[in-house]
């Protein structure tokens, strides 16, 4: 009876426990350092559980923890989706927990600390490939304010941040666990290897940032006004424009080479661009400045979401479209394979529109261009400012390369190649929300550029192997 109570204290503490570290160190505003033993508490607790009690806690901490976003996701996607936000990891975590609680049961210390963390990988990279929402939601964008590991995803992709973090937890888990030094010795090792590894990596390309490379002075302008955040007409657009022009009039004396705006700022028709045009490249040239806007291309029998880049010289200098759209709020546009990049004397510059970065494959392949620096004009739904903002910053260590993203309802951010925010401030549904820095344009030939997803095709190879050993020790 005591046992047995005492087995039911344990259950309640470590569910509770790894659901309180699941529930803030991960969603919207996560807090980076609690993620790291997240699951530990499950994990280690699972052997002394039977199958069906260790995958049931697994899945209820995880699950619970997961209602952290639940309030926003359900604004911006149907009941069903946040029902399967909360559901699909949790079994995903508890079938980890239990092969994890299999090895340790086995003596195979080391297989039980590789097995997490590949598992979770698989399921990640699965669904950044079927999901319209990339990834978003993956654990490693929880790190991006620890800039050591953010650097492994100029290896790694982000599959490598979030190897880490499940590596980190399993291993704690199986060392606190029952077994011998000898058992314990070999996992040990291996996690600190790898992990030293990583860190290490992560230091010593932040001491080798590049210095006095090539930069420009950008200047991020959005708006939560009223009268801005929406404009259906052509004739709304020219105000909104107009209303733009004057703040940043107001910027030129500050030297701003490069102005970037929100996409959405207004509809354009076959009618109305000629006018817009010429009001924007004539801004362009008052302004001695390039102009990055999105806009809802309206033509006859199709719509763009387009970011039109205009030119200090007076001059409609290129467009891009965007490709990867917001399901419901963007179906009436039409998605775009093309990209856009222009050559300036600081470097290239490439265009991408907000959701366009939920996708690495995209911002991989302008890496692949030479790409220095990114202008992406967004949209958020408040809430998600930091974290879709954080994708931005990943995106950019990834591919090597600076990200200036200007977004309505959100936060303004400019970023380097290292993931380090050089400027950054709330638009808070104000007038105007401005920002005015320096950033290096500045391509960086990242692994994870040239060789795209790697780490994530050899953690399911990993994956495979270890799932197999089992049944080649019974031959």
């Given at each position: ?115 997490v963390p590949g598992f979770w990988v698989l399921y990640e990279y699965v669904t950044s490939l079927v999901s319209v929402h990339g990834t978003i939601g993956n654990y490693g964008y929880s790190q991006i304010k620890f800039l050591p590991i953010l650097q492994i995803a100029s290896v790694t992709g982000i599959w ?316």
């Amino acid at each position: 009876m005591v046992s047995k109570l005492n087995n039911n204290t344990l259950v309640i503490l470590c569910l509770t426990l790894s659901a309180a570290l699941f529930f803030f160190g991960t969603g919207l505003l996560p807090a980076w350092q609690l993620t790291w033993l997240a699951a530990s508490p499950v994990l280690w607790l699972s052997p002394r559980l039977s199958a069906g009690t260790a995958f049931f806690v697994a899945a209820a901490a995880l699950s619970i923890g997961a209602l952290n976003e639940w309030y926003y996701l359900a604004i911006v996607v149907p009941l069903w989706v946040c029902l399967l936000n909360v559901v699909v990891p949790a079994c995903f975590f508890g079938a980890a927990t239990l092969l994890f609680r299999d090895r340790v049961l086995r003596g195979k210390l080391w297989q039980a600390v590789l097995i997490v963390p590949g598992f979770w990988v698989l399921y990640e990279y699965v669904t950044s490939l079927v999901s319209v929402h990339g990834t978003i939601g993956n654990y490693g964008y929880s790190q991006i304010k620890f800039l050591p590991i953010l650097q492994i995803a100029s290896v790694t992709g982000i599959w490598g941040i979030s190897f880490s973090i499940f590596l980190f937890a399993a291993t704690a888990a199986a060392l606190l666990s029952a077994g011998s030094v000898q058992q314990k010795l070999p996992a040990a090792l291996m996690a600190s290897v790898f992990l030293v590894a990583v860190f290490g990596y992560g230091f010593w390309r932040l001491a080798a940032t590049p210095k006095n490379s090539p930069s420009v002075k950008v200047g991020l302008i959005a708006s939560d006004d009223a009268k801005m955040l929406v404009a259906s007409t052509p004739q709304q657009t020219q105000y909104v424009f107009d209303q733009y022009g004057k703040e940043m009039q107001t910027l030129t004396s500050q030297g701003v080479q490069v102005f970037v705006l929100p996409e959405h700022s207004g509809p354009i028709t076959d009618a109305s661009e000629p006018v817009t045009d010429a009001a924007l490249e004539e801004l362009a040239k008052q302004t001695h400045a390039f102009i990055a806007v999105g806009v809802d291309r309206i033509e006859s029998k199709r719509a763009w979401n387009q970011e039109r880049l205009y030119a200090p010289n007076g001059t409609l200098l290129t467009t891009y479209n965007k490709h990867h759209l917001l399901p419901h709020w963007e179906d009436q546009f039409t998605p775009s394979t093309s990209r856009s990049t222009v050559s300036e004397p600081s470097g290239t510059w490439g265009l991408e529109i907000c959701k366009d970065l939920d996708f690495p494959r995209l911002s991989r392949q302008y890496s692949q261009d030479g790409v220095g620096l990114m202008l992406v004009p967004g949209w958020d739904f408040f809430l998600d400012g930091w974290s879709h903002g954080s994708i931005a910053i990943m995106r950019g260590v990834e591919g090597g390369f600076s990200v200036a993203r200007s977004a309505k309802k959100s936060i303004l951010y400019v970023s380097d190649d290292r993931g380090h925010v050089l400027g950054q401030h709330g638009t808070d549904f104000t007038p105007f929300a401005t920002v005015v820095t320096t950033v290096p344009v500045r391509h960086d030939v990242t692994i994870y550029s040239r060789f795209g997803d790697w780490f994530a095709w050899f953690d399911i190879a990993l994956l495979l192997a270890l799932l197999g050993m089992p049944f080649i020790a019974r031959d």
